[in-house]
């Protein structure tokens, strides 16, 4: 997760996607570290596998099409779904980030139809 962290502006503002049990937006590295602990301590595995980075529709705007691995905690169930990330970058970091757990409304929100 550190290096994660590093990419973000110190004041980024986080939305998970809209399944996820905590709504957010979540303010701040603070805020977003104690939110994706939570979401961690789910699952006994997460991986992300990078798929593609597109320039958005606005300026200074990225879309990041990833497929993410689970695999639950107890239960042992494996599942992959492909997500989207549409983010802000301010001055070199992500100030902004939004998921979309539909890659084409990931799409759509970046501009990108």
């Known amino acids: 997760m550190g290096q994660f ?8 503002e986080w939305w998970p996607s809209e399944q996820s ?9 603070d805020e977003l570290r104690r939110f994706m602990r939570s979401y961690y301590d789910s699952f006994d595995e997460i991986t992300f596998e990078l798929e593609d980075v597109l320039e958005g529709g606005e300026p200074d705007q990225v879309l990041v099409l990833l ?4 695999r639950g905690k107890g239960s042992g169930v494996e599942v992959d779904v492909r997500i989207g990330h549409v983010l802000t970058v301010r001055g070199g970091r992500i100030a ?5 757990t539909n890659p084409e409304e990931a799409r759509a929100a970046a501009g990108l139809t």
């Open 5 to 12: 962290f590093d990419l973000l502006a110190p004041d980024v």
């Open 21 to 29: 049990p905590e709504p957010g937006p979540f303010r701040g590295h």
């Open 67 to 70: 497929t993410l691995h689970t």
């Open 96 to 100: 902004h980030g939004r998921v979309y």
